[in-house]
């Protein structure tokens, strides 16, 4: 009886410990230090006695990216990278730019959940939930219109008109991460064995080299 008494004592102490965080940031700001080499989750904080506008601060939204690309699109992101002051903070933004009939291609973003805006033209977009359902959910945007991707499911945004479209998208982390799948998995390096990829999608080998040719 009394070893379980001990073991519970325990526990509650742990678990009291554990939790004994502030929610929150313990100051202002953490400007990131891009050019530090100290390997943290993150950046490590500039001195906030250098601290300047310039370091909150991102101009370029405003020019069209350029899409004379194979998938038609360009992406122009504001994440941590562009503007330090965004350190910590857990948001980021992104213009995508559509060619006519362009597509964002089939992509994830692993650590953060997407909303996005269409400022200019008409886009279909939709993400797939994980397995096993892999249900399609879609849906056709007009300027104005907002969707939401969920963090870590495959999703992608397509330009259906023969005229430019422009999104804004925001996005819940300083540094989301971007996956295209065709690019993953048809261009990774070194390749993923032919072998595997022909079983997975059940197609003959020479269609996989084909595709990792193109990657």
């Not at 102490?13 to 230090?33: G, K, M």
């Not at 530090?36 to 250098?50: A, E, F, I, M, T």
């Not at 993400?127 to 969707?147: A, H, W, Y």
């Amino acid at each position: 009886m009394a070893s379980q008494f001990l073991l519970v004592a325990f526990l509650a102490i742990t678990c009291s410990v554990a939790i004994a965080s502030d929610p929150s940031s313990l100051q202002d700001f953490c400007v990131a230090e891009l050019t530090s080499s100290v390997p943290v989750n993150g950046h490590v904080c500039k001195d906030p006695k250098l601290v300047g506008a310039n370091d909150f601060f991102f101009s370029g939204l405003h020019l069209a990216g350029n899409t004379s690309n194979p998938a038609g699109s360009k992406v122009t992101p504001a994440t941590v990278t562009q503007i330090p002051g965004l350190n910590t903070f857990g948001i980021s933004l992104v213009r995508i730019d559509y060619a006519p009939m362009g597509i964002n291609p089939p992509h994830t973003h692993p650590r953060a959940t997407e909303i996005l805006t269409v400022v200019e033209g008409s886009l279909e977009v939709g993400f797939v939930t994980s397995n096993p359902e892999n249900r399609l959910i879609s849906k056709v945007l007009q300027k104005g219109d907002v969707f939401v991707f969920p963090v870590g499911l495959a999703h992608f945004q397509h330009n259906i008109w023969n005229s430019n479209a422009v999104a804004i998208a925001a996005l819940s982390s300083q540094n989301p991460g971007a996956i295209t799948l065709a690019n993953a998995v048809f261009g990774s390096k070194p390749d993923i064995s032919a072998d595997v990829l022909a079983k997975a999608f059940q197609v003959d080998k020479n269609i996989v080299f084909n595709f990792q040719e193109k990657f």
